[in-house]
């Protein structure tokens, strides 16, 4: 009899990789005998052990292995990557049964990790909570399809909608907590993107504050390298990745930006600005999985219109402005209501007096 109780478990502990295996997926795997847990294991950080073998390894004895069941969020891996086949371990250790949570929709993988089990004895179950293994892997399963980073627009508007007062400053709309569970997301993601008009606005940091979280990279679209020489993101590029995206031709502006150690990525140009979506083809070549998208609003716009965005996460702010401050989204906006950008709310969260909601795109 396989139990919910266990894949349950192996999810809590895939999330204990969040922030440190991408553009890996999050992976838990436990292995149960006689009812009761008898190791446990997930993926850690890029390039380490598998759940799966992680979780053989936390066996007491090789015994506890012999006929037991391995639950395991993700379909085990049957190619050398940076580690050896977890099928191979599997299939050495004396397990007898199989439950998997996703299927790998990796090329590499994808049937052929369960075939192997199946092929050589053992019991193999697919797709058991199925929707909750997929739901921690939203980045990979987008990521390792489409290769360009998974996008997460994320802005905090107040109750009437504006994401700055009339004197463009947007310091602070939310609530200490609202603004810990950014944190949160800038240390899962592993870049953050802004517009130049946001940077010359507020000459922000885009650091992740959580201690021992991870910065994103962070990347500024800025078509005509717009962006002060003394504004905290270029003074702090020599430690902090970052990249300037741009369109224009080689200035002595880029030189002094390369100097304090940014890194220049040139696209062609989309209606005189950084073509996004070439821009999203040069990160994912560059291995950057997914992207916190914090505005502002006419980069937001870009995004949308380029179909970039996967993901929306708008807090609501308990404050009004009123007037004619800006919007989360600007640009030329839709011109009818049947052009508008779908999307399916997915999650509400309450922080004191902020709402936080969570939108997938509805395509
Ligand atoms: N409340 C919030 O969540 C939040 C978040 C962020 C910002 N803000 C506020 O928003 C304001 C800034 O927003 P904003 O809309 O003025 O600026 P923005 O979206 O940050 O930057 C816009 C600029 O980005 C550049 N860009 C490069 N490629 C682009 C593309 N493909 N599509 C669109 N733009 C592209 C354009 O200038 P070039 O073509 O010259 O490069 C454009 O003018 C500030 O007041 C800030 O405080 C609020």
Known sequence: MIDEVFMLRAIELAKNGVGKVNPNPLVGAVIVKDGMIVGEGYHMYYGGLHAERNAIASCKSKDDLIGATLYV????????????????????????????GSRDPNPL??????????????????????????????????????????????????????????NGKSKWITNESSRMRVQDMRNSLMGIMVGIGTVIADNPMLTCRIEGGRNPVRII??????????????????????????????????????RSGCELIRTGQKDGHVNLTELMQILGKMGIDSLLLEGGGEL????????????????????????????PVGGTGVCDIENAFGFLLENVEKFDSDVLLTYLRGD
């Open 73 to 100: 969020t993700l379909e085990p891996c049957c190619h050398y990557g940076k580690t050896p086949p977890c099928t191979e371990a599997i299939l050495q250790s004396g397990i007898k049964e199989v439950v998997i």
């Open 109 to 166: 993988v994808a049937g052929k990790g369960s075939g192997i089990l199946r092929e050589n004895g053992i019991i193999v179950h697919e797709d058991f909570i199925k929707d909750k293994c997929d739901e921690i892997n939203r980045v990979f399963f987008h990521y390792i399809t489409k290769k360009t980073p998974y996008v997460v627009m994320k802005y905090a508007m107040t109750m009437d909608g504006k994401i700055a007062a009339s």
């Open 300 to 327: 937001n716009f870009g995004a949308l219109s380029e179909g970039l965005v996967n993901e929306a996460c708008v807090f609501v702010g308990a404050k009004i402005f009123g007037g004619t401050a800006k919007t």
């Open 221 to 258: 679209c800025d078509s005509g390298l717009r962006i002060p020489l003394e504004s905290q993101i270029v003074k702090t590029a020599g430690s902090i990745k970052t990249i300037i995206a741009f369109c224009g031709g080689e200035t002595g502006k880029a030189e002094e930006l390369k």
